[in-house]
């Protein structure tokens, strides 16, 4: 199924969404996600909550995410798990007039899927650490380790700003999961009336072999991210190129339209060819945006992956790839609850689809299938904007290439969760 097709589709529904309420920090101050007006996901990394150190000129910031899930496929289950997701902390600093340093470091113990992404006890890592020089609102640089501007949920993932234990399966099991890398590239803004645009470009490393060589058996860009390599080498030689540009109204919405495109294969070794160069493309879109009156709140995003596979490679490995999720969060209450002023309780319902396989069997001109569809009822408390209380319910349901069901004869995952997950 192609984006083309779904897109205005979801595109249509997403009219009446959600700017996702995120912390509005430019001053290096706490506020409310309420004051966040002007704003676009692009700022996400600068939109969170810091702490002002006294007098000097650093601030500090962080969240955590931990809950218990009880999930099962087919009636098989682990029993309960407790996990302890993620704890980042956020260091920002104003080195001087116009220059700004954001740092971003995190634990992290959530695979992918991937077996080989399962490290025992989790893993610490440096997700972010750029210098940003201000010369004009449409003109900025920034360099450093910088996240890839692959559609919104890349740049705005942060645990208390959504209601859903788990992150969107064709954003972290599709697209490679908060995706950075090392370089260097530009970015601006311009507001006028209800307007606002916005632009990022960069050059940066970019994936690897590893994107069709992998204990998946198949096309899994996440596999990527398991590479440290890739903040000091790249594995073609050439740059991978991002961008997106973002036009927001504030009565309507705001979308994102994304690209990238990356030589992801070692071709060349010591100046000899070895290989055909092959390419890997993303192309997505994401649309949020509020409906005034029950302010109701939607965000959408759906992607296409494009990969040149080798020839010799079966078609399990996929050349293109489909997939998106859509978010719908209705608030039930607003008010004073407990000693909090500004108390909220929502519900909410996530809907997923993922194909890693689009297209047809070559031998026999039957379709591929390698899909999944995941519906996901929520129920969220926050005593603040900072802090959520979340419980889900998934219903999930996977084939195989075939169109097989993966995991016994129904194929049917489901499960519940409870999580909680904060800014501090």
Same mark, same amino acid.
């Given at each position: 199924?192609?984006?083309?097709?779904?897109?205005?589709?979801?595109? &249509?529904?997403?009219?009446?969404? @959600?700017?996702?309420?995120?912390?509005?920090?430019?001053?290096?101050? #706490?506020?409310?996600?309420? @004051?966040?007006?002007?704003?676009?996901?692009?700022?996400?990394?600068?939109?969170? $909550?810091?702490?002002?150190?006294?007098?000097? $000129?650093?601030?500090?910031?962080?969240?955590?995410?931990?809950?218990?899930?009880?999930?099962? !496929?087919?009636?098989?289950? &682990?029993?309960?798990?407790?996990?302890?997701?993620?704890?980042?902390?956020?260091?920002?600093?104003?080195?001087?007039?116009?220059?700004?340093?954001?740092?971003?470091?995190?634990?992290?113990?959530?695979?992918?899927?991937?077996?080989?992404?399962?490290?025992?006890?989790?893993?610490?890592?440096?997700?972010?650490?750029?210098?940003?020089v201000?010369?004009?609102?449409?003109?900025?640089?920034?360099?450093?380790?910088?996240?890839?501007?692959?559609?919104?949920?890349?740049?705005?993932?942060d645990?208390?700003?959504?209601e859903?234990?788990?992150?969107?399966?064709?954003?972290?099991?599709?697209?490679?999961?908060?995706?950075?890398?090392?370089?260097?590239?530009?970015?601006?803004?311009?507001?006028?009336?209800?307007?606002?645009?916005?632009?990022?470009?960069?050059?940066?490393?970019?994936?690897?072999?590893?994107?069709?060589d992998?204990?998946?058996?198949?096309?899994?860009?996440?596999?990527?991210?398991?590479?440290?390599?890739?903040?000091? &080498?790249?594995?073609?030689?050439? $740059?991978?190129?991002?961008?997106?540009i973002?036009? #927001?109204?504030?009565? %309507?919405?705001?979308?994102?339209?994304?690209?990238?495109?990356?030589?992801?294969?070692?071709?060349?070794?010591?100046?000899?060819?070895?290989?055909?160069?092959?390419?890997?493309?993303?192309?997505?879109?994401?649309?949020? !945006?509020?409906?005034?009156?029950?302010? !109701?709140?939607?965000?959408?995003?759906?992607?296409?992956?494009?990969?040149?596979?080798? $020839?010799?490679?079966?078609?399990?490995?996929?050349?293109?790839?489909?997939?998106?999720?859509?978010?719908?969060?209705?608030?039930?209450?607003?008010?004073?609850?407990?000693?909090?002023?500004h108390?909220?309780?929502?519900?909410?319902? #996530?809907?997923?689809?993922?194909?890693?396989?689009?297209?047809?069997?070559?031998?026999?001109? @039957?379709?591929?299938?390698?899909?999944?569809?995941?519906?996901?009822?929520?129920?969220?408390?926050?005593?603040?904007?900072?802090?959520?209380? #979340?419980?889900?319910?998934?219903h999930?349901?996977?084939?195989? %290439?075939?169109?097989?069901?993966?995991?016994?004869a129904?194929?049917? !995952?489901?499960?519940?969760?409870?999580?909680?997950?904060?800014?501090?």
């Amino acid at each position: 199924m192609s984006m083309y097709k779904v897109l205005p589709c979801c595109l &249509a529904l997403s009219v009446f969404g @959600t700017a996702q309420a995120q912390l509005d920090s430019s001053l290096l101050r #706490r506020r409310s996600a309420d @004051t966040a007006k002007s704003t676009l996901t692009m700022d996400a990394a600068y939109n969170r $909550p810091f702490l002002k150190l006294g007098k000097m $000129p650093v601030s500090i910031g962080g969240y955590m995410e931990s809950n218990w899930q009880y999930v099962g !496929t087919s009636g098989i289950t &682990a029993g309960n798990q407790f996990q302890f997701r993620r704890f980042s902390l956020f260091v920002a600093s104003s080195i001087s007039s116009r220059v700004k340093f954001l740092a971003e470091i995190e634990y992290e113990n959530d695979p992918t899927g991937d077996p080989a992404d399962a490290h025992e006890g989790g893993q610490f890592e440096i997700e972010y650490a750029a210098v940003d020089v201000e010369l004009h609102p449409l003109l900025n640089i920034r360099g450093g380790m910088i996240v890839n501007p692959i559609g919104a949920f890349n740049q705005n993932h942060d645990g208390p700003k959504w209601e859903f234990t788990d992150r969107p399966i064709a954003m972290t099991q599709m697209l490679p999961e908060t995706w950075s890398n090392t370089g260097f590239g530009l970015y601006g803004k311009q507001f006028t009336g209800d307007w606002m645009f916005g632009y990022e470009f960069y050059v940066t490393g970019g994936l690897n072999d590893s994107i069709i060589d992998n204990s998946m058996g198949k096309t899994w860009l996440p596999a990527a991210n398991a590479n440290p390599s890739r903040f000091s &080498a790249s594995a073609s030689g050439a $740059p991978m190129y991002s961008g997106k540009i973002s036009l #927001r109204n504030s009565k %309507i919405g705001e979308l994102g339209l994304s690209y990238a495109s990356d030589i992801y294969n070692t071709w060349q070794v010591e100046g000899t060819q070895i290989d055909d160069k092959r390419t890997a493309r993303i192309l997505d879109v994401d649309f949020n !945006t509020v409906l005034p009156k029950l302010h !109701t709140s939607i965000v959408t995003e759906w992607a296409e992956v494009l990969v040149q596979i080798p $020839p010799n490679y079966t078609q399990q490995y996929g050349n293109k790839q489909f997939g998106g999720f859509i978010d719908i969060v209705q608030p039930i209450f607003k008010g004073h609850f407990l000693g909090w002023e500004h108390a909220t309780l929502n519900l909410a319902v #996530r809907g997923e689809y993922v194909d890693w396989n689009v297209g047809n069997f070559t031998s026999t001109g @039957t379709r591929m299938y390698n899909d999944l569809w995941s519906v996901m009822p929520a129920i969220s408390f926050r005593p603040t904007p900072q802090t959520v209380l #979340r419980f889900n319910y998934r219903h999930q349901f996977q084939r195989d %290439i075939t169109g097989n069901a993966v995991g016994a004869a129904l194929g049917l !995952t489901e499960g519940y969760s409870l999580g909680l997950s904060t800014y501090f």
